[in-house]
């Protein structure tokens, strides 16, 4: 009987913090707080109002770009090339192996896949002779550059910048 009541407590306590259904909150009747995101669409909204991404009519192609300087030590390299036609990566498929891997890396002059993407975290840390599954799927880290109109201006600097002024 006692686990009833606390159940009912608890489903009315969910029903008054979640009970407002039309996407605004409110602590008084007709005092409403519009939700917003930069957008400036109603978070629930369909995907209105989102940042035009222009492709790049010429995207430079794989061998023919210089990297991109990190943001900071630890951040995963940014591609800088286009992927089109590389993506989706699949188990069993993955393009970027056949450039980036590092014999063929060396003899091509370009980023190896480095060291800590061949020890496998799920398996105490044990180096692999390939690339650990965990790592397999690139661009969950590395992400490719879009021509875009930023929606908040970034005017971030590497620490790097900073100590040299």
Same mark, same amino acid.
């Given at each position: 009987?006692?686990?009833?009541k %606390?159940l009912?407590?608890?489903l009315? @306590? %969910? @029903?008054?913090?979640?009970?407002n259904? *039309?996407g605004?909150?409110?602590?008084?009747? @007709?005092d409403?707080v519009? %939700?917003?995101?930069?957008r400036?669409a109603?978070?629930t909204?369909d995907? !209105?109002?989102? #940042?035009n991404?222009k492709e790049n *009519?010429?995207?430079p192609?794989?061998? /023919?770009t210089?990297p991109?300087?990190k943001?900071?030590?630890?951040a995963? #390299?940014m591609i800088?090339h286009?992927? /089109?036609?590389m =993506? #989706?990566?699949k188990v069993g498929k993955?393009?970027c192996?056949? +450039?980036h *891997?590092p &014999?063929m890396?060396?003899?091509l002059?370009?980023?190896p896949i480095?060291?800590?993407?061949f =020890? *496998?975290n799920f &398996?105490? @840390?044990?180096?692999?002779?390939k690339?650990?599954?965990?790592?397999?799927? +690139?661009?969950? +880290?590395?992400?490719? !550059?879009a021509q %875009?109109d930023? =929606?908040?201006?970034?005017?971030f600097e590497t620490?790097?910048?900073? !100590?040299?002024?």
């Amino acid at each position: 009987m006692k686990l009833q009541k %606390v159940l009912l407590l608890s489903l009315v @306590g %969910v @029903g008054l913090l979640f009970g407002n259904t *039309d996407g605004n909150s409110s602590s008084t009747k @007709g005092d409403y707080v519009k %939700v917003t995101g930069i957008r400036q669409a109603p978070l629930t909204a369909d995907s !209105q109002n989102l #940042p035009n991404i222009k492709e790049n *009519d010429n995207p430079p192609m794989p061998g /023919k770009t210089k990297p991109i300087p990190k943001a900071f030590v630890t951040a995963p #390299p940014m591609i800088p090339h286009s992927i /089109k036609g590389m =993506v #989706p990566i699949k188990v069993g498929k993955n393009q970027c192996l056949s +450039c980036h *891997d590092p &014999k063929m890396a060396k003899t091509l002059k370009i980023t190896p896949i480095p060291p800590s993407h061949f =020890v *496998d975290n799920f &398996k105490g @840390g044990k180096k692999e002779k390939k690339l650990a599954g965990s790592r397999y799927f +690139c661009t969950t +880290c590395h992400v490719p !550059q879009a021509q %875009v109109d930023p =929606v908040i201006e970034n005017k971030f600097e590497t620490i790097k910048k900073s !100590q040299k002024k």
